[in-house]
């Protein structure tokens, strides 16, 4: 395997894992009654298991499994300790946290599988926007699981994974995405695809990842070959989500709550992808326009008379 | 008042929604677990609604829905779906579903949901 082959891997599984990382969390939020602590996002080495380090001490954890049924092969598991796998069923509940440490009953374990099935849900979601194709889950499968070991033996081996984790509801939590060669090779082709759909210039080859997958000379030619593309530029306020049913319903005059506060920067998308991040200001001629903050992870200089930052 | 025959794989989802519904004043004849025991129980119960999960094991919320129209073309059923499931969604309401809920939802929706397809 070339450097660049594994560049493309290292990046379509970071890829992966941080969607499904993100939208699971999103899940947990809508669940858990405090916020769900992100940790890292993880490719773990092939001689690894991801499931090593989780906190089996206290007694048996919960793992959720889901796999895929269409679009691509895999499969994630949710692991949680007891503790936090009853919390997240008294919250699917709306009821108060239990505080014995009782093992889960079958009532509490499938409230936490449906929590996990509306998380793959929105996740498999999340994955087949990058694919550009439906993915669909088939229905979770729960187990106790008494040690890292024991986790290890229940599921297939894959040829790569990913870890995420969390704390959710004070609880430890962890996201093993188990991922076979043939989902990142589809992976890593839809994000070349993607990539070459929205790169219009060198800086942003290697902001968005693309300079590190290819040979230098590749890299200039593809450089060349997409610095005259037109790209669609756009600015985002915030986001927000109503049902399909909700949407046609909204009367004239209805006030739509986004996720972003006033004084949040604006992101600014090229293409679909989120590209840089900034404040809206007005220009002399009565516009909006964007100032630029952060561009592909690159923060500006404090601003001044002499460094504004660029405006689009 | 409406007889609903409840169709869940997950034993807490069919409590949350024969919750919701009796609350909400409705009769819940029958509860199955996936899809050939839902399509048995309809033509036991004869409910006037079915609300019905998408993702289930051996024969899914979709593939239940067709034979459930196949048996009555008056079938009245209201589809529950997880976020992201929005084609499936959308070819549940081509193939007869009269509304649906999207998981986790609000008691007041699902309601509203079930009273719309039963007037």
């Known amino acids: ?312 | 008042m409406a007889r609903v025959l409840v169709v869940d794989d997950a034993a807490f989802m069919r409590k949350v929604l024969t919750d919701a519904l009796v609350a909400g004043g409705h009769e819940v004849v029958g509860e199955a677990g996936d899809g050939d025991a839902a399509l048995a129980a309809y033509q036991d119960l004869q409910p006037d609604l079915v609300t019905l999960d998408i993702t289930m094991p051996r024969k899914d919320g979709l593939a239940t829905l067709r034979e459930l129209v196949d048996i009555d073309p008056t079938a009245r059923v209201v589809i529950c779906s997880a976020l992201g499931q929005e084609t499936k969604v959308l070819d549940a309401i081509k193939a007869g579903a009269k509304d649906f809920v999207v998981k986790p939802f609000e008691r007041e929706r699902l309601l509203g949901a079930v009273e719309k397809a039963v007037a």
């Open chain 1, 1 to 312: 395997m070339s450097p660049a082959d594994v560049a493309t891997t290292a990046d379509a599984l970071m890829r992966l894992g941080a969607s499904t990382a993100e939208a699971v969390a999103k899940s947990l939020d809508a669940i858990c009654p405090e916020p769900v602590e992100r940790g890292d996002v993880t490719v773990v080495p092939g001689e690894d298991s991801p499931f090593d380090g989780f906190p089996f001490e206290d007694g048996p954890a919960v793992a959720v499994s889901v796999h895929y049924v269409d679009g691509v092969t895999g499969g994630n598991v949710l692991l949680i300790t007891a503790r936090g796998a009853r919390a997240i069923a008294a919250a699917m509940g709306e009821s108060p946290a239990p505080e014995d440490d009782a093992q889960p009953t079958d009532l509490e374990l499938s409230a936490v599988a449906e929590a996990a099935n509306q998380m793959f849900a929105a996740a498999a979601s999340a994955t087949g926007v990058v694919l550009s194709q439906g993915v669909e889950i088939a229905p979770p499968d729960t187990r106790l699981l008494e040690s890292a070991d024991a986790a290890r033996e229940a599921f297939d081996a894959t040829p790569h994974a990913v870890s995420a984790t969390f704390r959710a509801c004070g609880e430890p939590c962890r996201l093993v995405q188990l991922v076979p060669n043939a989902f990142v090779v589809r992976m890593t082709r839809a994000l070349d695809e993607q990539g070459s759909e929205q790169l219009s210039g060198g800086a942003g080859l290697s902001a968005l990842g693309i300079a590190d997958r290819v040979e230098p000379g590749e890299e200039r030619r593809l450089d060349d070959a997409l610095r005259d593309i037109r790209v669609r530029v756009w600015a985002e306020l915030g986001r927000t989500r109503v049902s399909l049913g909700e949407a046609p319903e909204l009367p004239p005059g209805a006030v739509l709550e986004l996720d972003r506060k006033a004084d949040d920067p604006v992101d600014l998308y090229v293409n679909g992808l989120r590209f840089a991040s900034g404040r809206l200001v007005l220009t002399d001629e009565g516009e909006w326009a964007l100032r630029l903050e952060e561009v592909a992870g690159r923060t500006a200089p404090a601003a001044g008379p002499d460094n504004e930052g660029a405006l689009i």
